[in-house]
């Protein structure tokens, strides 16, 4: 999995965190990547509904409260894959092991992926700018 989840993360805090809508080369440079990242995650975070944006000097902003947006939400919106858990593709089927490695793995993955969606459901972005915070502080 790339980056995307974490700057989509730190975009959504640091909107949370500010008086008002920013600009992308503003947020890049908080995130420490160029605009046109920030541009492409906005534009993703948008497409959810969790982002207004306009262009020139009025940016981005939350279109809700940071308590109403889950972790879970932001992970969906930043088209994270299905499983952050992959299984390689050609197991010799000739090998004992090989043969059934891929069904035995295929539910331990499941089983952590349900596990980590359901820890982001429970968090909320609101949870997180107070974490930023605390260690500001």
């Known amino acids: 999995m790339n980056s995307q989840y974490s700057i989509a ?7 949370d965190s500010s008086s008002g809508p920013m600009g992308s080369a503003e947020i890049a440079d908080s995130v420490g990547v160029n605009p046109v990242v920030i541009r492409n995650v906005t534009g993703l975070l948008r497409r959810a509904g969790l982002l207004n944006t306009q262009r020139g000097v009025a940016g981005a902003q939350l279109t809700r409260p940071a308590h109403q947006i889950s972790l879970l939400d932001v992970y969906r919106a930043a088209q994270a894959p299905e499983s952050v858990l992959k299984l390689h593709q050609h197991p010799n089927p ?14 331990v993955y ?21 974490a930023v915070h605390r260690q500001a502080s």
């Open 9 to 15: 993360v730190h975009i959504l805090t640091l909107l």
């Open 94 to 107: 000739a090998c004992p092991v090989g043969a059934g490695i891929q069904r035995a793995l295929e539910e």
């Open 110 to 130: 499941g089983q952590a992926q349900a596990a980590l969606e359901s820890r982001l459901a429970e968090l909320t972005l609101a949870d997180i700018t107070r």
